[in-house]
């Protein structure tokens, strides 16, 4: 036995480093690949800064030549009007020079007059001799000289380092999981975080091998975050957590493995009455099921098959709760869960069709006569609805009736503590209590399920409901309603 325990831990722990050899090589060819992106983003970042740069230039020099333009166009419509300007000067300075050799004073004085005159108006005496631009383009220069300091000042943005999950503040209640981190140091550069989940059967670390892919919660902008609506189809979850500033992800935080507990069943479809049609989690009323089978009550039905469900294999761990019973058969309509409830606590959810007549839900021993009905033996507890004719609402256990004088709720919750000998039924809306049975358990216990006309749906891989805990301490601390349909 020594020697069995020792080869067993070195087949363990050989596992253990195959694992680890996997890891590293994968981590290895994940550095290969994340270095090729670094690069081809860091390519991409200078032909980004390059086009803004040769966009930049091209504006720049757009301007310039524009400044030109309005310049030279300035300076040259001054330039013309000089030009006009002197040719009408010197044709005037010519007909004074013509004046000067008239002879007769009264013709030089009506030349003199005209010539007088012709100065008073002429534009050379108007016109501004000063350019109206000048030649000047300094204030087209640009200094790059901060902008080169700055370019020269780049370097790679700081990773943001892997942020700690504080696993005393993560919780899993209410099928949903919160989990809370927290920096090692203030980084006033995190843009958001990044969550990782994925269900696995492993509490210890995540394997490379076997296990599920990570699911991805991205953009968080707290430090805190709760996945809600979980069905926990498995024993644990593993989660882990990436800090993230405006370009760049920081390693994960070490992952974290936190125990997610949960009943999960499924209906027995091959022990399920014939007038029943079974899917996994749903069970429907079925008037033509039985069709061609001869169902006398109190006898055994030669031509019934036996063949298991396609989806269990009678060699399943689930199957050993049927324990190879018959279908039920008769009027007791009625489908069992496939798994055995022999400790603990734990809870379901059943919901109605609206349109459904009656049916049961409750708990029962294992092998129960296949014309046995729900809470109509010693060994099975149930609430029973009635919406035929009128609604009636009760309680049953051996073959005994409570009526619960409040509305049926959509959705019916059920607690079942095992060891502590208390079934207890609950608005699954609202959360408050419909009825609770208390008895010594002395077998495992079978979820089970009566419809007549109508169909029921079955939730499961739910965890108690932190509100139906609060309730059963409330009930337990003042010692709690015994109901009179006990054994």
């Given at each position: 036995?020594?020697?069995?325990?020792?080869?067993n831990t070195?087949?363990n722990?050989?596992?253990?480093?195959?694992n680890?050899?996997?890891?590293?090589?994968?981590?290895?060819?994940?550095?290969?690949?994340?270095?090729?992106?670094?690069?081809s983003e860091?390519?991409?970042?200078f032909?980004g800064?390059?086009?803004?740069?040769?966009?930049?230039?091209?504006?720049?020099?757009n301007?310039?030549?524009?400044?030109e333009?309005?310049k030279?166009?300035?300076?040259?419509d001054?330039l013309s009007?000089?030009?006009?300007a002197?040719?009408?000067?010197?044709e005037?300075?010519?007909?004074?020079?013509?004046?000067?050799?008239?002879k007769n004073p009264?013709?030089?004085?009506?030349a003199?007059r005209?010539?007088?005159?012709?100065?008073?108006v002429?534009?050379?005496?108007?016109l501004s001799?000063?350019p109206?631009?000048?030649?000047?383009m300094?204030?087209?220069?640009?200094d790059?000289?901060?902008?080169?300091?700055?370019?020269q000042?780049?370097?790679?943005?700081?990773?943001?380092?892997?942020p700690?999950?504080?696993?005393?503040a993560?919780?899993?209640?209410?099928?949903?999981?919160?989990?809370?981190?927290?920096m090692?140091?203030?980084?006033?550069?995190?843009?958001?975080f990044?969550?990782?989940?994925?269900?696995t059967n492993?509490?210890?670390?995540p394997?490379?091998?076997?296990?599920q892919h990570?699911?991805?919660?991205?953009?968080?902008?707290a430090?805190q975050?709760?996945?809600?609506?979980?069905?926990?189809d498995?024993?644990?979850?593993?989660?882990?957590?990436?800090?993230c500033?405006?370009a760049?992800?920081?390693?994960?935080?070490?992952?974290?493995?936190?125990?997610?507990k949960?009943?999960?069943f499924?209906?027995?479809?091959?022990?399920?009455h014939l007038n029943?049609?079974v899917?996994?989690?749903?069970?429907?009323w079925?008037p033509?099921?039985g069709k061609g089978?001869?169902?006398?009550k109190g006898?055994?039905?030669?031509?019934?098959?036996?063949?298991?469900?396609?989806?269990?294999?009678?060699?399943?761990?689930?199957?050993?709760a049927?324990?190879?019973?018959?279908r039920?058969?008769?009027?007791s309509?009625?489908?069992?869960?496939?798994?055995?409830?022999?400790?603990?606590?734990h809870?379901?959810e059943?919901?109605?069709?609206?349109?459904?007549?009656?049916?049961?839900?409750?708990?029962t021993?294992?092998?129960?006569?296949?014309?046995?009905?729900?809470?109509?033996?010693n060994?099975?507890?149930c609430?029973?609805i009635?919406?035929?004719?009128?609604?009636?609402f009760?309680a049953?256990?051996?073959?005994?009736a409570k009526?619960?004088d409040i509305?049926?709720?959509?959705r019916?919750?059920?607690?079942?503590?095992?060891d502590?000998?208390?079934?207890?039924?609950?608005n699954?809306?609202?959360k408050?209590?419909l009825?609770?049975?208390?008895?010594?358990?002395?077998?495992?216990?079978l979820?089970?399920?009566?419809?007549?006309?109508g169909?029921?749906?079955?939730?499961?891989?739910?965890?108690?409901?932190?509100?139906v805990?609060?309730?059963?301490?409330?009930e337990?601390g003042l010692?709690?309603?015994?109901?009179?349909l006990?054994?």
């Amino acid at each position: 036995e020594t020697l069995q325990r020792i080869v067993n831990t070195l087949v363990n722990k050989n596992d253990e480093i195959h694992n680890f050899i996997d890891m590293l090589n994968h981590t290895i060819a994940n550095v290969q690949i994340n270095s090729s992106n670094a690069i081809s983003e860091l390519d991409e970042e200078f032909d980004g800064l390059y086009s803004v740069l040769h966009e930049m230039k091209g504006s720049m020099a757009n301007t310039i030549q524009q400044e030109e333009a309005r310049k030279i166009q300035a300076l040259q419509d001054q330039l013309s009007q000089c030009s006009r300007a002197l040719e009408s000067s010197e044709e005037l300075l010519e007909l004074a020079v013509q004046s000067l050799d008239i002879k007769n004073p009264v013709e030089l004085l009506e030349a003199a007059r005209q010539i007088k005159d012709s100065v008073t108006v002429a534009s050379a005496f108007r016109l501004s001799l000063k350019p109206k631009v000048s030649d000047s383009m300094t204030h087209m220069m640009v200094d790059f000289a901060l902008e080169k300091r700055m370019l020269q000042a780049v370097k790679f943005l700081p990773v943001p380092k892997a942020p700690e999950i504080d696993v005393a503040a993560c919780l899993v209640a209410d099928n949903c999981i919160t989990i809370s981190w927290k920096m090692p140091e203030e980084d006033s550069r995190i843009d958001h975080f990044v969550l990782e989940y994925r269900k696995t059967n492993f509490d210890g670390h995540p394997r490379l091998k076997g296990e599920q892919h990570w699911e991805l919660v991205d953009y968080i902008k707290a430090t805190q975050y709760t996945l809600s609506g979980l069905k926990f189809d498995t024993k644990y979850m593993n989660l882990r957590v990436q800090a993230c500033n405006k370009a760049v992800a920081g390693e994960y935080s070490d992952p974290v493995t936190l125990e997610t507990k949960a009943f999960l069943f499924s209906l027995d479809s091959t022990s399920s009455h014939l007038n029943l049609k079974v899917e996994d989690a749903y069970v429907e009323w079925d008037p033509t099921g039985g069709k061609g089978q001869e169902k006398i009550k109190g006898k055994e039905n030669k031509t019934r098959s036996n063949t298991a469900s396609p989806k269990r294999s009678t060699n399943s761990p689930r199957a050993s709760a049927r324990c190879g019973r018959d279908r039920f058969a008769g009027e007791s309509y009625t489908v069992l869960g496939d798994t055995a409830v022999e400790s603990g606590q734990h809870y379901w959810e059943v919901r109605a069709q609206k349109d459904c007549k009656s049916y049961s839900v409750g708990v029962t021993y294992r092998n129960p006569g296949k014309f046995d009905q729900l809470g109509k033996t010693n060994s099975s507890w149930c609430i029973h609805i009635n919406n035929w004719l009128q609604t009636t609402f009760s309680a049953k256990h051996n073959n005994k009736a409570k009526t619960l004088d409040i509305p049926v709720p959509d959705r019916i919750g059920v607690y079942c503590d095992f060891d502590g000998g208390q079934l207890s039924f609950y608005n699954a809306s609202s959360k408050a209590l419909l009825h609770t049975f208390r008895a010594k358990f002395t077998q495992p216990l079978l979820p089970g399920f009566m419809i007549w006309c109508g169909g029921l749906t079955v939730s499961t891989g739910l965890q108690v409901p932190s509100a139906v805990k609060t309730l059963q301490k409330s009930e337990n601390g003042l010692g709690g309603s015994t109901s009179s349909l006990n054994n």
